[in-house]
């Protein structure tokens, strides 16, 4: 039961790992890129941990390890990248309806 429960959350994992990359390649600017790459990757590798603690319990410790690295790195790099895209002027999508920091104080971009 347990090699089943393993095989089908890292089948789900990779299905979504796969719809990340999808969403890098279908998105239209590199702001939607980023999330879509990080959102969808974080929640895979998640999946495919889990699915791996389930085949080898003698490894939950370092995948669980491995997991909580991923959790906290994904989101920052990703955040890091999105904010060197805009400090460096990379055009936003022309469908984008609002620019949160254009009118921000903090003088990157727009800014008072």
Not at 8 to 26: C, D, K, N, P, Y
Not at 63 to 71: E, Q, R
Not at 88 to 97: A, D, F, G, H, N
């Given at each position: ?94 469908s984008?309806?609002?620019d ?13």
């Amino acid at each position: 039961m347990a090699e089943a429960v393993g095989s089908l959350l890292a089948l789900l994992g990779a299905v979504i790992l796969f719809s990340a990359g999808l969403g890098l390649l279908r998105m239209p600017d590199t702001f939607t890129r980023i999330q879509a790459g990080t959102k969808a990757s974080t929640l895979g590798n998640i999946l495919v941990l889990t699915g791996l603690a389930f085949y080898h319990p003698g490894w939950a410790f370092k995948l669980l390890i491995i997991a909580y690295f991923v959790l906290m790195t994904n989101p920052l790099s990703s955040h890091a990248l999105s904010r060197a895209a805009y400090g460096i002027r990379i055009p936003m999508t022309p469908s984008t309806v609002s620019d949160a920091r254009e009118h921000d104080s903090s003088g990157e971009r727009g800014g008072s």
